[in-house]
């Protein structure tokens, strides 16, 4: 649709939508809502195609006008956390879908320095995992059972250390993207490098599809959910030194409040993560099959949430418009 084809067919509901919002008028906090919603849907289009358009930067000062007002006068519905987690936030995700890739190809990237140095220096797993780690590791191996290390510690204990270690490993990628991002992908980096170095270990040793069965059980999620809290951080480093068309305290603002978002959707998966590698990877005796199911399944949920179902929910919004 050409844009002034789109500005004539919707100007009507946003003079209308303004006049509410700067004479203060008397609507519900429903139907307001309702109304804030149709003219995000607006935004979202013109960004997609009318980029730096004067239209563009209406609507985005007319959804910034309306945000504060919408939140602080409407009540909170009892289903508003469902409505977080499969509507508000996989819309909102969508536009962060290149700071994803991105996340994604540094950790991608440093796994395999992290191989690739391990395979080239003795030392180096060692320097990475610790040499107690490593002993006892070689120790585990030499007794016939390398994956012991996930049946020492007591099941909920477990659970509970690793989801909290995870959820902070979350938050500090989050977190550091103030640093304009370097921060975040300090830490995409050392976990990475750590991933990687893990894994040519086993692999050394002639136990990589052992190592892969046992640990990609909790894995697939842990480190999906890590680089999803990658993206947290690129979202507000991006906000910091791309303003684009708010001032760069407004982008600020805003990017810390989308990277929030992201954490939040994370801490269900860290939940899930902590659940299996506390409960269900210490079955080292389970079937090959019911193994690559669990890691499968895991992937399936992870792409599915934060990728196909994102890009439906936004294929939709355009044909509505």
């Not at 519905?77 to 890739?101: A, M, V």
Request: charged letters at 15%; glycine letters at 6%; proline letters at 2%.
């Amino acid at each position: 649709m050409r844009e002034a084809a789109f500005v004539k067919q919707n100007k009507d509901k946003w003079v209308t939508f303004e006049n509410v919002i700067d004479n203060n008028a008397k609507i519900s906090p429903d139907e307001l809502s309702a109304l804030y919603i149709e003219i995000t849907d607006h935004l979202s289009y013109a960004q997609t195609f009318y980029p730096k358009s004067k239209t563009l930067l209406y609507l985005n000062s007319l959804s910034a006008k309306a945000h504060q007002k919408i939140y602080k006068t409407k009540k909170e519905s009892k289903g508003r956390i469902f409505s977080f987690f499969l509507k508000e936030f996989p819309e909102q995700f969508y536009l962060h879908q290149k700071q994803l890739l991105i996340s994604f190809l540094v950790f991608a990237l440093f796994c395999i320095v992290g191989a690739y140095s391990a395979a080239n220096e003795q030392a180096f797993v060692r320097s990475i995992l610790g040499d107690a780690y490593v002993n006892m590791t070689l120790d585990n191996i030499d007794k016939g059972d390398p994956m012991r290390v996930y049946k020492e510690m007591q099941e909920m204990n477990m659970f509970l250390g690793i989801t909290i270690n995870n959820i902070r490993v979350g938050l500090m990628a989050y977190v550091l993207g103030i640093f304009l991002g370097l921060g975040t992908l300090y830490v995409l980096m050392k976990n990475a490098i750590m991933l990687g170095s893990f894994q040519y270990f086993f692999y050394d040793k002639g136990l990589l599809w052992e190592s892969v069965r046992t640990i990609w059980i909790h894995g697939t999620i842990e480190i999906s959910v890590i680089i999803v809290a990658g993206c947290a951080g690129l979202v507000v480093g991006k906000s910091i030194l791309f303003p684009g068309t708010y001032t760069r305290l407004q982008s600020f603002i805003n990017g810390i409040k989308d990277g929030l978002k992201i954490i939040i959707s994370t801490i269900p998966f860290f939940i899930i993560a902590g659940f299996l590698e506390g409960f269900v990877t210490r079955q080292t005796q389970m079937p090959d099959w019911l193994a690559i199911f669990i890691i499968a399944a895991s992937l399936f949920l992870i792409v599915y949430y934060y990728i196909i179902y994102p890009i439906q929910l936004h294929k939709k919004q355009l044909k509505h418009v």
